[in-house]
């Protein structure tokens, strides 16, 4: 063991792998005593072992290794609990589980329609609704990041948004069927 300790020193990859499948076994009982909670003391263990390797140098091989990856492991245990509890950046509050609610058949339908819609557009103007939509660009970022003139970026939006008001009018009541005027009439802006 006494080599292994010393390649471990040395920060031989090997020799971390050695030291970590004899100790994570125990390391983990030392910080499940501290988080109480199988995921962070997963946590802790893996941050245990890699600021273990990062000191590695400064560990004495002459000592045993146990008492001081056990010294590591309460303090990394102590600072996930600490981070844990800690709230969220901007004073908001801590994450909380959301319940996650299926879409309905209905709005699963919506959705594939509208995906399809999208795809039937011209690829210059399917380019500029994904990134407006989906990549949540604005028309500067689109034009500096396609290369194109902001106006160029600005009518192919207006046509791609008429032509998806076209092709989605069936999703809207009965009432509202008819689109609006410069759609219908085929106007220019």
């Known amino acids: 063991m006494q080599s292994t300790l010393e390649a471990f020193r040395a920060g031989d990859p ?7 499948r ?3 076994g125990p390391v983990h009982t030392v910080v499940m005593s ?19 390797w990062k000191a590695a140098a400064s560990f004495d091989s002459d000592r045993e290794i ?27 509050a801590p ?32 380019d500029v ?9 604005t028309q500067q970022e689109i034009s500096d990041h396609l290369d194109l003139p902001l106006g160029t970026v600005k009518s192919r939006a207006y046509r791609a948004h008429r032509r998806l008001a076209a092709a989605l009018r069936h999703l809207l009541p009965d009432e509202n069927q008819k689109p609006p005027s410069d759609v219908q009439t085929g106007g220019t802006p």
Do not use: N
Request: charged share 30%; proline share 4%.
């Open 66 to 92: 146990a008492p001081w990856l056990y010294s590591i492991a309460r303090r990394t245990a102590i600072d996930v609990i600490r981070a844990e509890r800690r709230p969220t950046r901007g004073d908001h």
């Open 129 to 137: 609704i994904r990134l407006t939509h989906l990549g949540g660009m």
């Open 22 to 24: 004899r100790y994570s």
């Open 34 to 52: 501290i988080c109480g909670d199988r995921e962070l003391a997963a946590d802790a263990v893996q941050q245990t072992f890699v600021k273990a």
């Open 95 to 126: 994450e909380a589980d959301v319940a996650v609610t299926p879409l309905s058949f209905e709005r699963t339908w919506e959705a594939f329609e509208v995906r399809r819609a999208i795809d039937d557009l011209p690829v210059e103007e399917r």
């Open 14 to 20: 090997d020799a971390v792998r050695v030291i970590f």
